[in-house]
């Protein structure tokens, strides 16, 4: 090694002892903020924080885009920030696991999808979640029967069953023969 090599690696172990690490945060990050109550609180606020986004614009813009839907409802949400501490956000329709939940009228899934049934939904509800998810961004060009497989198959992993016909009497004692099961285990 010439003595110019070597000097050059002692100044860049150097640099490097004296450099303090910086932690840098991609533009964008995705978050599930529940509708109508973004708080300045954790987990939301130090997530803006660390990206420098003013906590209390933003709590206010996304209260105010989303005082028209249930509080609480869980919103998929994408933030872009700017190097000027401006933002911009994408709030898109709630998870499929929200509705299907909603449709099935658990409050979670099986805790053993296939061999333990969490709830059933007909494929009328099937077919009107999709139509509400094609509305996102993430389906927009994706057609309907495709999105309905895709819903199909996540109620498979969450142990809802997809029956053609859901009758209210039998599906009412399903529930009840459910909660008596749940309470039994726990």
């Known amino acids: ?8 690696t ?3 172990k150097g ?21 109508g109550s973004a708080l300045p609180a954790p987990p939301l606020g130090p997530q803006l924080g ?6 209390a614009q933003f709590c ?11 509080e609480g409802i869980p919103l998929p949400t994408r933030i872009t920030t700017n190097p000027d501490r401006t933002y911009s956000m ?4 709630p998870p499929v696991t929200y509705f299907l939940r909603m449709a099935a009228g658990v409050k979670k899934g099986a805790m ?10 007909s494929l009328r509800h099937v077919y009107e979640i999709a139509k509400i998810k094609s509305e996102d961004s993430c389906w927009e060009n994706i057609p309907l029967k495709t999105i309905c497989e895709s819903v199909i198959c996540t109620a498979h992993s969450c142990g809802i069953e997809v029956v053609k016909d859901l009758d209210a009497k039998e599906y009412g004692i399903f529930l009840e023969d459910r909660q008596r099961t749940e309470t039994l285990e726990n």
Do not use: C, W
């Not at 994408?90 to 329709?93: A, E, G, S, T």
């Not at 061999?115 to 059933?120: H, I, N, P, S, T």
């Open 10 to 12: 002692k100044l860049a």
């Open 15 to 35: 640099l490097k002892k004296g450099a303090e690490k910086v932690t840098v945060h991609p533009p964008f990050f995705k978050t599930y903020i529940p509708a």
């Open 112 to 121: 053993k999808p296939g061999k333990e049934v969490a709830g059933r939904v």
């Open 90 to 93: 994408v709030i898109n329709k």
């Open 50 to 55: 660390q990206r420098n986004i003013a906590i």
């Open 1 to 8: 090694m010439s003595s110019a090599t070597k000097k050059i």
């Open 60 to 70: 206010k813009d996304f209260n105010e885009k989303t005082k028209d839907i249930k």
